[in-house]
Nanobody, 122 residues
Framework: QVHVVESGGGLVQAGGSLRLSCSASGRTFRSAVMGWFRQAPGKEREFVAAIMYSDSTTYYADSAKGRFTISRVNAKNLVYLQMNSLKPEDTAVYYC???????????????WGQGTQVTVSS
């Protein structure tokens, strides 16, 4: 049984920073990809960032480039999303997901966490 758990959300002022964490357990992840998605009220879930376990190749949405950094600690099956220069439009529920296919499409992920709320006040 694979488990994916996020943590680290909260309330922050515009311009501030947050770090989200995601841990996965239950199987080996050498060829896996861990991704972050977000969903704001009334909007579809959208890709934010992803990282390959094998070689740490990273992928970012245009909205995240230059502000967010995804990284991983393989020994602990742990992935971080460092979010800087946060904007009110970053407000959403952020989900961590685990999969083994192309990283930027939500339907390619097999396991999802429960989500963590990020609220950025203006």
């Amino acid at each position: 049984q694979v488990h994916v758990v996020e943590s680290g959300g909260g309330l922050v002022q515009a311009g501030g920073s947050l770090r989200l964490s995601c841990s996965a357990s239950g199987r080996t992840f050498r060829s896996a990809v861990m991704g972050w998605f977000r969903q704001a009220p009334g909007k579809e879930r959208e890709f934010v960032a992803a990282i390959m376990y094998s070689d740490s190749t990273t992928y970012y949405a245009d909205s995240a480039k230059g502000r967010f950094t995804i990284s991983r600690v393989n020994a602990k099956n742990l992935v971080y999303l460092q979010m800087n220069s946060l904007k009110p439009e970053d407000t959403a529920v952020y989900y961590c997901a685990l999969g083994w296919r192309a990283p930027m499409t939500s339907s390619n992920y097999d396991y999802w966490g429960q989500g963590t709320q990020v609220t950025v006040s203006s």
